[in-house]
């Protein structure tokens, strides 16, 4: 069974892992958001690519929730020492991409060639696909003014109040090269538990992404992120209060209202006329067996529908 996953962040990642081991690892491929990407310290940051290949490699501080397991941080320490910015920090394992992904791409090399090199160097049998090789960023505009993602994400903590989202550069945007193929060949697709506004939406503004889900012949299943009605972590919840989004699965669901065929819903959450097929499983995933179930009820209930 070939599945396709659109994810971004740390949720994204687990569900990614779980379907690794839930299915031959070279059956899956994942189109991962990069409007989170930006230019650090003069280095190229892929922060949602590299959650997922720290993770699908082992090397993920699971703990942290983000970088690598066994940091160091010298170089950081040398930054601060000269006044540099540290709000974004950049651990001295975590280097080698940024500055490997930089050279290459400075010298001409897409990103979905180095990705794909990345991966197969740690021995990634998936697919791992930006959702582009173009820029695109995702751009918040607050009560502070516009803020780009990793700035109110990571800078601010989420804590400027949000009046709209874009993706700047998405209208001039390609899907990477095999991501079109992917979709279209999928026995099953499904939308990782992202934060829908800040890691999906930037996959489905690419031109083509959005048409090619609903052209598809496999059935295109969403996990929903929120467990019990509340987001796990993040700010999925308070987004959604103040972008005047009613909170809860319908919400979510009408949200990818025209691309998704069936919603997967965590059993604490409130029983609800969704509008189309859903499931109830618990979809929290804190431990790798969890990862695994979710993955397997996520495939189950895609089998159990047709296009």
């Known amino acids: 069974m070939k599945v396709t996953v659109l994810t971004g962040g740390v949720g994204g990642a687990k569900l990614v892992l779980g379907l690794a081991h839930a299915l031959p690892p070279a059956d899956v491929t994942a189109i991962v958001n990069t409007g989170d990407d930006f230019t650090h310290l003069g280095l190229r940051v892929s922060p949602d690519i590299d959650t997922l290949l720290y993770t699908l490699s082992g090397k993920a501080n699971t703990a942290q929730g983000w970088g690598r397991e066994g940091e160091s941080w ?94 700047e550069g998405a209208d001039r945007a390609h899907p990477a090269p095999g991501a079109l193929s992917a979709i279209a060949g999928a026995d099953a697709i499904l939308i990782a538990p992202s934060n829908p506004f800040l890691s999906v939406d930037p996959l489905l503004a690419v031109p083509g992404l959005r048409q090619a889900l609903a052209d598809a012949q496999a059935p295109v ?87």
Request: hydrophobic share 50%; proline share 3%.
């Open 74 to 167: 010298s170089f950081m320490d040398a930054v601060r020492s000269l006044a540099g910015e540290d709000w974004f920090a950049l651990g001295d394992g975590d280097l080698a991409l940024h500055v490997l992904r930089t050279a290459r791409l400075a010298a001409g090399e897409p990103l979905s060639t180095i990705v794909g090199d990345f991966a197969r160097r740690w021995g990634i049998a998936s697919t791992v696909l930006p959702m582009t090789d173009d820029a695109v960023a995702t751009i918040l505009d607050t009560d502070e003014g516009e803020l780009a993602f990793q700035r109110y994400f990571v800078a601010r903590r989420c804590e400027p109040r949000v009046k709209a989202i874009r993706f």
């Open 221 to 307: 299943v969403a996990i929903s992120p929120l467990v019990g009605g509340r987001a796990v972590k993040g700010p999925t919840g308070k987004l959604m209060v103040e972008l005047g989004v009613d909170q809860g699965v319908a919400a979510i669901t009408a949200h990818y209202q025209g691309v998704i065929d069936g919603m997967l819903v965590d059993e604490r959450d409130a029983p609800a006329d969704l509008g189309i097929a859903s499931a109830r499983t618990d979809t929290l995933m804190l431990a790798l067996d969890d990862r695994i179930r979710v993955a397997r009820s996520a495939l189950a209930f895609a089998r159990s529908l047709r296009r």
